[in-house]
């Protein structure tokens, strides 16, 4: 697998928010990797938020790091990814293309992507720009 290129991030942010479904985010921390695979996000505001992912490698570090032992919403929220992870605020602005220690990698190919209202909000509801898939 890859690391995905800048190419990939300079297109259109609903475009790249969809496309973003299926890769693997990667976390580094030393010679530990935790890793999983994008299974919701949505476009917010000319960027995009990864709501969940599915894990993979590091699974009893980050229910560790989340101090629970309930694998099921281990990663499921935006803010129990970023703990289940480590990722701070250090990681504000991070050259994600770069193979530092975070970064985002291919991963596998969704078969059928659901798009629904971003979450919590009342105004743009026609807009469906919260994207997931099942795995």
Not at 9 to 32: E, F, H, S
Not at 39 to 48: C, K, P, T
Not at 103 to 127: E, H, L, Q, S
Request: aromatic content about 6%; hydrophobic content about 40%.
């Amino acid at each position: 697998m890859r690391i995905l290129s800048r190419k990939f991030y300079n297109r259109d942010t609903v475009q790249v928010a969809k496309d973003l479904l299926g890769k693997t985010l990667v976390r580094k921390i030393g010679k530990q990797k935790l890793t999983g695979t994008i299974i919701e996000d949505e476009e917010q505001s000319g960027a995009v938020l990864i709501r969940s992912i599915k894990p993979l490698l590091g699974i009893t570090d980050m229910l560790k790091n989340r101090k629970i032992d309930v694998i099921s919403n281990l990663t499921n929220g935006p803010a129990k990814l970023t703990q289940a992870m480590k990722i701070t605020t250090k990681h504000y602005n991070v050259d994600l293309t770069k193979n530092l220690d975070l970064f985002i990698m291919d991963g596998i190919k969704p078969t059928k992507i659901i798009a629904r209202p971003r979450v919590g909000i009342t105004i743009g509801v026609d807009k469906l720009w919260n994207f997931s898939f099942k795995i």
